[in-house]
């Protein structure tokens, strides 16, 4: 999701729509069993929105055997208005629900999402490269946040309070409208379940654009949905590159959108949606540090720095991507290498799955290349075999020990399973090196000293830490979301849990005061029990005061 640096490359990742076969709804059988020729193409909330004549599909190829799955619709500026319109029509009827009949159908959906986790895994597994564990592990994943969305009616409540004599201030939440959300394509229905059943059960008609690289995944959940009982219009799917997203952004009638790719594509959509101001939250890249202490375990942490660094290919934004080891680690460092030494190919539990594309690939082995032959740095464990052994686009776990924190690998974003290590001596040293880093994503810090992980922990320039916890998640209630001034994050709030509800709605203040009915004096007191009672003025009352 993060490899863009050109809104090119969003037109590669942002399309979006459902499967079709010749007739009839998408399946796991049509689509995720590798079946050329189904189409993907835009949803209603019912069905599939008709073709219009002379448009443009891409193909959808998977990266575990480069075969082609489906292809996907190009949507126009047109595409995007006419979903808008049914959204506009949609939204008067949905948002006049109560937030208790709309959380009644997450309910639902919670459970269909459960119910067909094999299904959806197998899907994810088909057209994003994941292996079969991690896959499930998404599907999972993304039905915590549906859970969340299932107990609003117990946590979106307005409060309400006397805060003068006679005069009470309440805030109500209400939804924005028409809202959309363009997702990666590295967590295919992960990442929409962040945001969708947050703003659909908030009351908000709902837009998705999932990458145009896996849109069968939530083709089958888009149906899923329908069959909860979200009704149509309400949740919709367009799909498109450039034009789709631009448009979205424009809209008078979007209100807000969300987005997650790479730090300069969510830089542009933020700022062209400030230019109309419009909501926006947009997380970009990240460029993430562990740091390891002498006095750590050494076993777990190694073990946690292999799964960080390699699993789900090195493709998420919370992956490890730097290794500081601070004094004497060897031992660490020994392990991590004879651990990602043992993986292998393939998408069977606890294998390392495909990179997404040929271009993901090229990249991933051009900076392996470059930190050897140009920055000298030593390859510890190489993968670039894996990219010859097998069809489909594979890049083994790599291990690269670097002589300056300055090389490239020390500091872009790859988006791959390569890891970069470095030694130094002191704390300084290391948070230094973390600090200078413009992401401000996620980092962590090993150690079994609670005051040296207080140390880190205050001090990283990130907003997700890790304490012996190289994939630091925040998890339900919590919300996900980078650190405000760097280029991990751009706009308002976060993207899951309270966050995401702030975000997706408004809050409406009332200032009420009601005159006594004839016949009752406005200066009436409660029952004192006897004891006198102090009036009391109020002095920041604006009320007839000039």
Known sequence: KRICDTWVILDQRACSGICRGDRGMASSEGVGGGAAGGKVVNWDGTGEVPVKEGAEFLPVVSPVDGEVIASVLRSTTADVDEAVARAQAAFPEWSGRTVKSRAAIMFRFHQLLEDHAEELARLVTRESGKNHAESLASVAKANETVEWACSMPQLCQGKILQVSRGVTCQDLREPLGVVASVVPFNFPVMVPMWTCPIALTAGNCVILKPSEKVPTTMARVAELLAQAGVPPGVFQMV???????????????????????????????ATRCRSHHKKCIAL???????VVLPDCDPAAAAHDIVSSFAGAAGQRCMAASVLILVGDCQDVLDLVVNKARELVRGTGRGQVGAVIDKGAQDRILRFINEAETRDGAQVLVDGRSWAKEAPGTWVGPTVLFHKSKDDAACKEEIFGPVLSVMRVNTHAEALAIENENPFGNAACIYTSVGAHAEYFQRRFRAAMIGVNIGIPVPREPFSFGGMYGTLSKYGDMDITGEGCLEFFTNRRKITSKWHAPPGLSA??????????QRQEVDQANFNGQM
């Open 284 to 290: 970009g890249g990240a460029k993430n540090h562990l």
């Open 239 to 269: 799909q498109g590159t450039r034009e789709a997203v631009e448009r979205l952004c424009d809209h008078p009638q979007v209100q807000a959108l969300t987005f997650v790719g790479s730090s300069p594509v969510a830089e542009a959509v």
């Open 523 to 532: 200066a009436a007191e409660p029952a004192t029990n006897g004891h006198s």
